[in-house]
T-cell receptor, first 113, second 113 residues
Framework: NAGVTQTPKFQVLKTGQSMTLQCAQDMNHEYMSWYRQDPGMGLRLIHY???????DQGEVPNGYNVSRSTTEDFPLRLLSAAPSQTSVYFC????????????FGSGTQLSVL | TQLLEQSPQFLSIQEGENLTVYCNSS?????LQWYRQEPGEGPVLLVT?????EVKKLKRLTFQFGDARKDSSLHITAAQPGDTGLYLCAGAKRAGSARQLTFGSGTQLTVLP
């Protein structure tokens, strides 16, 4: 009964480094998304996907890439990390539907020095 | 641009007291969800309200969706320390290829024993 699994839990990067945040769900959800959470800003949508092979931009996509090769996995890539990307990142998934519940992972705390 | 404003931002009360948290917007949403988030974890859905004027109760928590579907409130009766957490409202709108949620900045509630 894993739900949405995110790795790593914590990560420290230097400016300019690249990395991938991993997200996997075992609920066969079509929809997956990435949010970032900053103090006083709530959760902001970075990218989302409505199915394998389909991705789209959210509110704050700059500096991030995504791909969806399988239903289960939705990795988030930072190609050249910047201090402004210091944040807590959450992956979330749900079934397709108008008012369906979002299931969140436990988050990745990322610091960019 | 923060479409959903939550107030108050912080709230500290004694066990047994009542409280209300507000979520306001100038935009109309097709539905509104309330989540609770605990430290180190992702948000967990509490309720979804869909119809203008709708009231839903979850034990000691009462949720109301405004008649114009632009605002919502969460009322907690006889708060307990277990109610401590970050409460987030999220409004749903169709954008791009799927319904998207816009999150408020949250209300940090602390209930003291």
């Amino acid at each position: 009964n894993a739900g949405v699994t995110q790795t790593p839990k914590f990560q420290v990067l230097k400016t300019g480094q690249s990395m991938t945040l991993q997200c996997a769900q075992d609920m066969n959800h079509e929809y997956m998304s990435w949010y970032r959470q900053d103090p006083g800003m709530g959760l902001r949508l970075i990218h989302y996907s409505v199915g394998a092979g389909i991705t789209d931009q959210g509110e704050v996509p700059n500096g991030y890439n995504v791909s969806r090769s399988t239903t289960e996995d939705f990795p988030l890539r930072l190609l050249s990390a910047a201090p402004s990307q210091t944040s807590v990142y959450f992956c979330a998934s749900r079934v397709q539907g108008f008012n369906e519940k979002l299931f969140f992972g436990s988050g990745t705390q990322l610091s960019v020095l | 641009t923060q479409l959903l404003e939550q107030s108050p931002q912080f709230l500290s009360i004694q066990e047994g007291e009542n409280l209300t948290v507000y979520c306001n917007s100038s935009s109309v949403f097709s539905s509104l969800q309330w989540y609770r988030q605990e430290p180190g974890e992702g948000p967990v859905l509490l309720v979804t309200v869909v119809t203008g004027g709708e009231v839903k109760k979850l034990k000691r928590l009462t949720f109301q969706f405004g008649d114009a579907r632009k605002d919502s409130s969460l009322h907690i009766t006889a708060a307990q320390p277990g109610d401590t957490g970050l409460y987030l409202c999220a409004g749903a709108k169709r954008a791009g290829s799927a319904r998207q949620l816009t999150f408020g900045s949250g209300t940090q509630l602390t209930v003291l024993p």
